[in-house]
């Protein structure tokens, strides 16, 4: 696979730090070189706003929505219920991407690396192969060639997901903006047949992942083997050197159907935004799953040291004074009675810390293994219970939470009460209103700090320096 000079370097030399897990055994994680010096973290000058939407359609538009799918009873093998309808819902997040000449809302993905938008003729396909009007994909406004669209040919783009959505496309080289940033020539997929639940404002998505992620297959043949890697989005916009390689991004946490959900920021912090230091600070890792012999980043993964839970009687105790704004250190913190939780006797290594996750803005919950989730799930009060029929913790809508966090680079980053329960827009069975946490088991080992985590939050990808940055943020 070829890459621009600006990414050799990831595809270089790895180096294998040996790490130990909280019961004394060994593990070794795979790190790429980085391929510059960390940035400094100072106020950005580009910046892009986020639009927060409420969304009808899955929990994750990306790559990782294939394995996200419910492993312990598949919902399309479930009787329908509202219960599968609730996972349906969520709160995306998209950033205007001026192509050509027409700007764009388009979802804000770290998950996945495709930029891609709706062409003006793309059939929407009810997921038999059957052509279906458009209005039925709910896309935004779509795509018309501009002077400045070059046709990129014997390329193809496909990508599918596990609850049958699809989307099939053609590739263009077009100019884009982003924050004040210009891109003559990027890669981007028009799409002309989708199988898509869409939100009736996005026009596509953006992809911020590195690009081993990619999906360009010559000739039409989309077997998984055969693809060819093309420079996403936002490594062109570091390759124009008007910028450190790094981005930052804070999503808000917002109440309304439509609001304004935050902010990205490249070349370093989101101006204006409260947080508090010191800073959790840890490298970015080889996503594990992945074949072995491949030596580059995917995913922005991380390791996570330990997660603990402890009772929270008070929701208030989360609250804080924008007078804290970026302050040396945190506030008085209550007393809170908590533990870590801990790998039971003779685990397997992926119950065992550090655990590695990937930080997905694109995902509306996070997932964890499920020995935690449940343990998590047993401290609501009353508990949550699993739902196998939407791979859902359900709860009371007036439980009381736990304190939950997340232990990364030696720093503990928590989540507040209102991202631990959320409320699905209708009513459940019998007419009562219907709640799930803000987490879900994982599948297939792959674990997720999706929206609930991202919006507590700074969280800073640092690309040159291959490591990442969180501070917590306070409402």
């Known amino acids: 696979m070829r890459l621009p000079p600006l990414l050799l370097a990831l595809s270089g030399l790895a180096t294998a730090a040996q790490l130990t897990h909280m019961n004394g055994r060994p593990v070794n994680v795979v790190r790429p070189a980085a391929f510059s010096r960390p940035s400094e973290l100072k106020e ?115 990508i599918s997901y596990a609850d049958g959505e699809f989307l099939d496309g053609q590739f263009v080289h077009e100019n884009v903006a982003l924050g004040g940033l210009e891109v003559e020539k990027q890669q981007i997929a028009i799409i002309d047949r ?11 998505l953006m992809g911020l992942a590195y690009p081993e992620l990619t999906n360009s297959f010559p000739n039409g043949n989309v077997s998984r083997g055969n693809g060819q890697n093309y420079e996403s989005l936002m490594f062109s916009l570091i390759r124009t050197r008007k910028t450190d390689p790094l981005f930052s991004i804070a999503l808000d946490r917002t109440s309304q159907p439509i609001s304004e959900g935050g902010v990205i920021a490249i070349g370093g912090l989101p101006p204006g935004v409260a947080y508090h230091s010191p ?33 929270l009687s008070d929701s208030r105790k989360f609250r804080r004074s924008a007078k804290f704004l970026n302050a040396h250190s945190k506030p008085q913190e209550p007393k809170i009675e908590k533990r870590f939780l801990r790998p039971r006797q003779g685990a397997p290594v992926d119950l065992v810390f550090p655990i590695q996750f990937i930080v997905d803005s694109g995902t509306t919950l996070n997932y964890l293994p499920a020995y935690y989730s449940e343990a998590i799930a047993a401290a609501y009060e009353p508990p949550a219970v699993y739902n196998w029929l939407d791979g859902l913790y359900h709860v009371q809508c007036n439980a009381t939470v736990p304190y939950l966090a997340f232990q990364i680079g030696g720093q503990m980053l928590q989540i507040p009460p209102q991202d631990m329960i959320f409320q699905w827009n209708g009513t459940g069975t019998g007419g009562q209103p219907f709640c799930y946490t803000g987490f879900a088991d994982a599948s297939q080992g792959i674990n997720v700090l999706g929206g609930p985590f991202m919006k507590n939050v700074i969280s800073v990808f640092d690309i040159g320096g291959a490591r990442m940055h969180f501070a917590q943020r306070w409402y």
């Open 44 to 158: 950005a000058s580009h910046v892009a706003r986020f639009e927060a939407i409420d969304s009808t359609g899955s929990q994750s538009h990306n790559f990782l929505k294939s394995a996200l799918a419910v492993n312990r009873a598949p919902a399309a093998q479930a009787p329908f219920s509202e219960a599968v309808i609730a996972i349906r819902q969520g709160r995306i997040y998209s950033s205007k991407l001026a192509i050509g000449s027409q700007i764009f809302d388009l979802i804000m993905d770290t998950g996945s690396s495709d930029t891609w938008v709706a062409s003006e003729h793309y059939i929407c396909d009810d997921g038999f192969g059957h052509d279906i009007g458009q209005d039925d994909c709910l896309f935004g406004p779509a795509y018309t060639p501009s002077p400045t669209s070059q046709s990129v040919p014997g390329l193809t783009f496909n």
């Open 194 to 204: 989708a199988f898509w639940f869409g939100d009736n404002k996005s026009s596509g």
């Open 279 to 311: 800073w959790a600070v840890t490298p970015i890792e080889l996503f594990q799953l992945l074949p072995s012999d491949n030596q580059e980043f995917t995913f922005y993964a991380i390791g996570i040291q330990g997660i603990a839970v402890g009772k």
